[in-house]
């Protein structure tokens, strides 16, 4: 047996331990989903009419979205360094605004508000990188539920936080803004030295399968949870201490999944997960090679005589090595100049490589029309529900948070079932999601009894798929090595969609609808037309009735068979790279 010194060292250098530490922090990303519970404390505090709350709506979509420094920072910096600027700003951002809000900090302008809620809001692309990031590198077998379950525990973050906030509940409406800016700032600079790449065999080991059904448990243990607490919280008056019982519940909910790295590292000679067999034979690996040398082989590879592929394995293996030696050799006396092909799919892309590429562009279009038109749902939701005669419009945000999460989680898994076990390209399960997706706007544009209910599952199980299963294919088709900054680019399709979605076609629809509701109310009284009243009324006029978002549901739903198209032509053309990744461990 190991002496404590080594199961300690075993366990601060367990990957399981990353993930756990990466699933905490991604617990804390998801303050943009908290924007609804802030803005009309901001809206209070500084006299603010819907336009200008509107305004930081956008800085805030910006800022969760764009994350090209965050993606080019992790890539240079240690991920620690990254984590603590993401801290930073976070702090710098929400702190700022808190000051301003409690009248603590001279009132600025709006345009300052939202370079404010930008920054504060975009420490979480430093999170979502560095965790994802490192836990692709550390799990590369597994990379379907590492990004699912990452991904939906910052989709629930923001239900979490509002928990968490019940307890510390003050009069002072504006802690919680306060709350947003210390509360993630703490746990990230807690962690930020855990979640790293860590060395050691990643391949897929027989405690896996175990492991991830326990971190699936707590997923959907997790969602139940919280789904019955808002539903008890909303419907019934809760005092003090039950609240705070019911915290205590969610802290242990999230520290169980703790237990999988201690019982990794403490229960076993630490020499045992060592040598603890793959669960599968995978493609040999020889010692690591320079980079021209890799260059070298790949070449050989694509230029090789067809006789050499009749030859017998060991026969050919024998050949082709002898090849490389010499024309290494050749290389290293300048006999021979090498120069570096273009990287085929599954090899590792820059993302200027990336870009000029069909497959990338497909995927990004293809998550545009999906992921684009889910958060213009997300987006809408409030209005959409009041709009069909609903008052309690904080249960459908509650639900579509949940059923997000579940997405997410659920995406992950079953991609990762189709690639494993049939050797089938993952961007199939995008398209299983956007037909979900496609019947979930059908269902809003049709407004019958319940429709809220049944579109709000559809679409929040199909838009968090989306988050599942897009950076894992991006990951197979285009490498690791530059996985933050393709990530990042990637996630640009949530506020292009946004904007053109929500933006420009559901805004402007609804408008429309709400002034002919408007004018035929009560006409052009006093000479002032309707559409005037509008643009110069502090607060928007309302639409009544299924009619509201019928086009834009309509819309929205063909949208996302296009989508589907896209991503059926992505999977004709990536079979062979899927065949190849994963068609050799089903022999």
């Known amino acids: 047996m190991g002496g404590l010194g080594d ?30 519970s802030i803005s009309p404390i901001i809206k209070t505090s500084l006299n603010y009419n819907q336009r200008q709350i509107a305004r930081l709506g956008v800085a805030k979509d910006l800022g969760d979205s764009v994350g090209f420094l965050a993606g080019s920072l992790s890539e240079i ?3 620690w360094a990254a984590l603590l600027i993401g801290a930073i700003q976070n702090f710098v951002g929400y702190g700022w605004v808190w000051l301003v809000v409690t009248s603590r900090s001279p009132v600025l302008p709006l345009w300052a508000m939202c370079i404010l809620i930008f920054i504060g809001t975009n420490g979480e692309t430093y999170f979502n990188t560095a965790s994802l990031v490192s836990c692709v590198q550390n799990f590369p077998k597994s990379r379907g539920p590492v990004v699912g379950i990452l991904k939906g525990f910052a989709g629930l973050g923001g239900a979490i936080l509002t928990q968490i906030y019940a307890v510390m509940y003050s009069p002072d409406h504006a802690s919680l803004i306060f709350m947003v800016a210390v509360g993630p700032t703490m746990v990230v600079i807690a962690l930020m030295f855990i979640v790293r790449p860590v060395g050691g065999h990643r391949q897929l080991r027989q405690s896996d399968g175990f492991s991830f ?73 020889g010692p690591a090679k320079s ?15 067809r006789e050499v592929d009749m030859l017998p394995a060991l026969e050919r293996q024998k050949r082709m090595a002898q090849l490389q030696s010499r024309i290494a050799q050749a290389a290293a006396e300048g006999a021979v100049r090498i120069t570096k092909r273009r990287p085929h799919r599954g090899e590792d892309f820059t993302l200027t490589e990336a870009l000029i590429k069909a497959d990338f562009w497909l995927i990004f279009v293809s998550l545009l029309l999906g992921s ?32 997000n999460f579940l997405g997410r989680v659920g995406g992950g898994y079953f991609s990762e079932k189709i690639v494993r076990d049939y050797a089938y390209p993952r961007p199939v399960a995008m398209a299983g999601a956007q037909v979900i997706m496609a019947f979930g706007h059908f269902v809003f544009a049709m407004g019958w009894p319940g429709a809220m209910y ?131 461990s089903r022999r």
């Not at 075993?10 to 905490?24: D, G, I, Q, T």
């Not at 789904?227 to 019911?246: A, K, P, S």
């Not at 684009?372 to 904080?394: A, F, K, W």
């Open 7 to 36: 199961r300690l060292s075993s366990f601060f250098n367990n990957r399981w331990l990353v993930f756990v530490a990466a699933m905490w922090i991604q617990s804390c990303a998801g303050i943009g989903y908290l924007f609804g």
């Open 372 to 403: 684009g038109s889910g958060l213009t749902v997300i987006d809408n939701l409030g209005q959409m529900s009041q709009s069909l005669g609903y008052d309690n419009t904080h249960v459908f945000v509650s639900m579509i948070s949940i059923w």
């Open 77 to 79: 910096l240690p991920l």
């Open 213 to 285: 059904s326990i971190v699936y448990s707590v997923c959907l243990v997790l969602a139940s949870y919280l789904m019955g607490v808002m539903l008890v919280e909303d419907l019934f008056d809760l005092n003090e201490t039950v609240i705070r019982i019911l915290t205590v519940v969610l802290f242990i909910i999230l520290l169980v999944p703790i237990v999988i790295p201690i019982t990794l590292c403490f229960s076993r000679d630490p020499r045992a997960l060592v040598e603890e067999p793959l669960l599968q034979d995978s493609p040999k690996q």
């Open 454 to 584: 049944l579109g709000t599952l559809l679409v929040g199980l199909g838009y968090g798929s989306h988050w599942a299963i897009v950076p894992a294919a991006a990951s197979e088709l285009f490498g690791l090595k530059k996985f933050g900054a393709l990530y990042n680019f990637l996630t640009l399709a949530n506020p292009a969609g946004s904007l053109i979605f929500s933006g420009l076609i559901a805004s402007s629809i609804y408008d429309r609808e709400a002034e002919k509701q408007a004018h035929g109310r009560i006409g052009d009284r006093n000479g002032i037309s309707s559409f005037t009243r509008f643009l110069v009324a502090d607060d928007p006029l309302k639409c009544e009735g299924a009619i509201c978002f019928f086009l834009t549901s309509m819309i929205m739903s063909g949208l996302c068979i296009i989508a589907v198209v896209l991503s059926m032509i992505l999977v004709y053309r990536t079979k062979p790279v899927y065949a190849h990744l994963y068609g050799r």
């Open 291 to 305: 980079e021209e040398e890799d260059i070298i082989f790949s070449e050989m590879e694509d230029e090789k005589p």
